[in-house]
């Protein structure tokens, strides 16, 4: 079965610095992969997907994650941070069963940023 | 990027309560979906449809109903709102063969 692992619950970064969150997917044929960003009180927004192709892929925000297939691995950096990047971030692979398409999500990590 | 609406924003309501949270969309997508998500945890989907008049439940058991008259509008019903309903409730919604999901800003169900 398709199944995302976020190893940190919670990170903290002194703004300016560099981040990267982890991300372990668990599926059988070339996986879909997504980040998406959850500001407090607010829906998801999608940093970045990753298909096929080129497996360093560029997002909003100044984000990126590399796709490394051997590590079934799909972490999210960014070089500097910034005070307004403080958020929940989820890890999604795209998976079907049960007739339908559908997003298996992580847990999340929590994202502080100290000043 | 979808434009996906979603009211109330807040809702404090008393137990035995009838509900409806509204989703709507404005891209046309076929696709849409329902997400519970307590806080600080992750997404559980408990609704979904892929067009007019198709409704299927999710991974996680809901005692709430969706309906899909209309592609842009896809409604959740509590027909008796119970402490235990108190969650966010997030909508997103997809189109064609696309796999990300777009979702609207969320309503923060709380039932005393």
């Known amino acids: 079965a398709q199944s995302v692992t976020q190893p940190d619950i919670h990170i903290t970064v002194s703004e300016g610095a560099s981040l990267e969150l982890r991300c372990n997917y668990s599926?059988?044929?070339?996986?879909?992969l997504f980040w998406y960003v959850q500001s407090p009180g607010q829906g998801l927004q999608l940093l970045l997907k990753y298909f096929s192709g080129d497996t360093l892929v560029q997002g909003i925000k100044g984000f990126e994650a590399e796709f490394k297939r051997s590590q079934s691995s799909f972490n999210l950096r960014k070089p500097s941070v910034h005070w307004s990047d403080a958020a929940e971030y989820f890890c999604a692979v795209a998976g079907f069963s049960g007739g339908y398409n559908k997003l298996i999500f992580g847990a999340g990590t929590r994202l502080a940023v100290h000043p | 990027e979808a434009d996906i609406y979603q009211t109330p924003r807040y809702l404090v309501i008393g137990t035995g309560k009838k509900i409806t949270l509204e989703c709507s969309q404005t891209m046309g997508h076929d696709k849409m979906y329902w997400y519970q998500q307590d806080p600080g945890m992750e997404l559980h989907l408990i609704h979904y449809?892929?067009?007019?008049?198709?409704?299927e439940k999710g991974d996680l058991s809901s005692e709430s109903t969706v309906s899909r008259i209309r592609t842009e509008h896809f409604p959740l019903t509590l027909e008796s709102a119970r402490p235990s309903h108190t969650s966010q409730y997030l909508c997103a919604s997809t189109g064609g063969g696309a796999y990300e999901q777009y979702f609207g800003p969320g309503t923060r169900l709380t039932v005393t």
């Open positions: 599926y059988g044929a070339t996986p879909y």
């Open positions: 449809s892929y067009g007019v008049n198709s409704t």
